[in-house]
């Protein structure tokens, strides 16, 4: 790609919008000439502030380099359908909405398995207005402990990550939440159904 076509993109970007080049150039922190100077050619931003352009047009650094939109072909995005992901080495946890490739200190990551509660691993969950209480009876020593508690509906995940020497318990709004995830750093991914005949 060379300059004039970096150029163009980010002209064709910015009208598409409605911008002017000081709109454009406040939300970049930099002078409307400089904007300018990008839009004639006469200079040609770094990566990292094509990169800042892309974010401000919202689109992918690909995007914004190929100068094309690219539509998802999953239209029924649903977070019911989620899969977590937790890297062994430094416990960063990842979900996406579809089976993914999911890569962390170079460790091809395993979409985990969701298991039934158990006495071991009991969930107590109690509606307190809008909100879920939910609580688990579990150890929370530096070695055995519960990392994380999720609430998941059909449009987002409430998620609230867990340190040893803390209770294992969180609250979530109930906005249609259907799921409630945990996991033991031990035992592996845990999953239970709200039940609000229960409730």
Same mark, same amino acid.
């Given at each position: 790609m060379?300059?004039?076509?970096i150029?163009?993109?980010?002209?064709?970007?910015?009208?598409?919008?409605?911008?002017?080049?000081?709109?454009?150039?406040?939300?970049?922190?930099?002078?409307?000439?400089?904007?300018?100077?990008?839009?004639?050619?006469?200079?040609?931003?770094?990566?990292?502030?094509?990169e800042a352009?892309?974010?401000?047009?919202?689109?992918? &650094?690909?995007?914004?380099? @190929? *100068?094309? =939109?690219?539509?998802?072909?999953?239209?029924?995005?649903n977070?019911?359908? %989620?899969? +977590?992901?937790?890297?062994?080495?430094?416990?960063?946890?990842?979900?996406?909405?579809?089976?993914?490739?999911?890569?962390?200190?170079?460790?091809?990551?395993?979409?985990?398995?969701?298991?039934?509660?158990?006495?071991?691993?009991?969930?107590?969950?109690?509606?307190?207005?809008?909100e879920?209480?939910?609580?688990?009876?579990?150890?929370?020593?530096?070695?055995?402990y519960?990392?994380? &508690?999720?609430?998941?509906? @059909? *449009?987002? =995940?409430?998620?609230?990550?867990?340190?040893?020497?803390?209770?294992?318990? %969180?609250? +979530?709004?109930?906005?249609?939440?259907?799921?409630?995830?945990?996991?033991?750093?031990?035992?592996?991914?845990?999953?239970k159904?709200i039940?609000?005949?229960?409730?």
């Open positions: 060379n300059q004039n076509q150029s163009e993109i980010i002209r064709n970007n910015r009208e598409k919008r409605k911008m002017t080049q000081m709109d454009l150039a406040k939300q970049l922190y930099v002078s409307d000439k400089t904007i300018s100077k990008w839009e004639t050619s006469k200079s040609c931003p770094d990566l990292e502030m094509m352009i892309a974010r401000v047009f919202q689109m992918s &650094i690909f995007e914004f380099l @190929s *100068n094309q =939109i690219i539509e998802t072909t999953n239209k029924q995005g977070c019911l359908k %989620a899969h +977590f992901y937790v890297c062994p080495i430094c416990g960063n946890v990842l979900w996406t909405l579809s089976e993914s490739m999911v890569h962390c200190h170079g460790i091809s990551l395993s979409s985990l398995q969701a298991q039934k509660t158990n006495e071991d691993h009991f969930i107590s969950i109690q509606k307190i207005e809008n879920y209480f939910v609580s688990i009876s579990h150890e929370m020593t530096k070695k055995h519960i990392s994380f &508690i999720a609430a998941v509906s @059909s *449009n987002r =995940i409430q998620f609230v990550k867990l340190y040893p020497e803390q209770n294992a318990e %969180a609250y +979530f709004k109930i906005d249609g939440v259907k799921f409630i995830y945990f996991y033991c750093n031990q035992e592996g991914l845990f999953k159904r039940d609000y005949t229960m409730m």
